[in-house]
């Protein structure tokens, strides 16, 4: 018989606090006031907001190699293809809610993104596992440290020395660099973010675009290797979780004069510099969990962590809501923010707050599935 596996405490906490951090991003009161550390950085650097899909990619590494079959079978193949076409779809589904025209269908996407790093993490990880006499297999870290590295290295190659047609080779500028190329070559710019745009408002890359997702499975990556840690030696793996963000953290600073840090590009020094950020949380969300107890006040966050992609999900359908429907003529996103502007005034302040109050009203609408131990895995 096999023993149940142990949960990681602090997960669902960490998964939640970086749900938590999108849906503030993605749903403020007047995208015109948005403070500082609510918004991306304009090109290269970092602001608070950037650290947080890394981070839950990390978290995806994190949960894969916590729930790494120990039997790889046709069943196990069959899971990760599951979850990875129903991430997709779900992304695309959002998205024609979104922007029902498909002549501007957005391809690339968040969910895109982590069904992609999910599939291919998971499958590397099957290919490189340790298998016993009993035909048992176990993860390498060995080899999940290699393919992160290897990932970082191929795509600054690809970026510096790889030339774009009417640019030439290591272009960092928005219409200049390599992965935004291929997201118009391959996507075409009709089928791109609309925001991804240059000085002169051309569309010219997508954030989540398909070249940058190669430095994205670093991510994963360095979360499973924090998820091995802690199985390896839970008393010590709080500390060497942190003690090893550091070191990612000082790395992707190091690297930035050379490869600078840019979460549009998801260069790979961006992605040492939130992979280490991650981990640091992560280790501040462990020790504040002793012994797997949650203290009241992070129950919420451990709740949104628990039903994460359900969160997110509800998330962009409020955030589609505010946009789509009218009350006096009015989006409810301006309808509301102006009702929060008459009793708070400063603009900023109130954009946050109906930020707030859209992740109240996620938080509330999970307490019946979370009641009902529903949550959503796919």
């Known amino acids: ?3 149940a596996r142990p949960r990681l405490a602090g997960l669902d906490i960490f998964r939640g606090l970086a749900v938590a951090g999108m849906i503030l991003v993605n749903t403020p009161g007047s995208w015109a006031h948005l403070w500082w550390p609510l918004d991306h950085a304009e090109w290269h650097g970092w602001t608070p907001t950037d650290l947080v899909f890394p981070a839950f990619l990390f978290a995806v590494g994190v949960a894969l190699a916590l729930s790494f079959p120990r039997r790889i079978d046709a069943a196990g193949w069959g899971k990760i293809a599951r979850r990875s076409l129903l991430l997709i779809a779900i992304g695309w589904g959002l998205q024609l809610l979104a922007r029902p025209e498909l002549a501007t269908f957005r391809i690339p996407g968040v969910l895109q993104r982590i069904a992609l790093c999910y599939a291919l993490v998971a499958t590397l990880a099957i290919l490189t596992a340790a298998k016993t006499p009993d035909g048992r297999h176990s993860l390498r870290p060995p080899a999940l440290l290699a393919a992160a590295t290897f990932v970082l290295l191929l795509y600054w190659a690809l970026l510096a020395l ?3 047609p009417g640019f030439g080779a290591g272009r960092l500028s928005p219409e200049g660099n390599l992965a935004g190329y291929v997201d118009r070559l391959v996507f075409t710019t009709a089928h791109i973010w609309r925001g ?10 997508d954030p989540e675009g398909l070249l940058s997702t190669i430095p994205a499975l670093a991510n ?19 500390l060497r979780i942190a003690l090893a963000g550091a070191a990612l953290i000082a790395l992707g600073l190091l690297l930035h004069p050379l490869f600078p840090i ?16 991650a981990a640091v949380l992560l280790a501040l969300c462990m020790t504040a969990t002793p012994n797997g107890r949650v203290p009241h006040l992070l129950r919420p966050l451990n709740m949104l962590g ?10 962009v359908l409020i955030g589609i809501a505010s946009f789509r429907l009218f009350i006096h003529g009015e989006s409810l996103q301006a309808w509301g923010f102006a009702r929060l502007g008459a009793v708070i005034p400063d603009p900023y302040v109130a954009s946050f707050v109906f930020a707030l109050i859209a992740l109240a009203i996620v938080l509330v609408a999970l307490v019946p599935f979370h009641r009902r131990g529903i949550h959503l895995k796919l």
């Open 196 to 205: 991804g745009t240059d000085a002169a408002g051309n569309v010219v890359y």
């Open 162 to 164: 790889v030339p774009v």
């Open 306 to 315: 628990m039903n994460a992609i359900l969160g997110y999900i509800l998330s």
């Open 1 to 3: 018989m096999i023993a």
């Open 220 to 238: 994963v990556l360095f979360g499973m290797l924090a998820a091995i840690a802690w199985q390896r030696a839970p008393d010590r793996a709080t």
């Open 262 to 277: 840019n979460k549009k590009l998801w260069t790979s020094s961006f992605a040492l510099f939130t992979s280490g950020s």
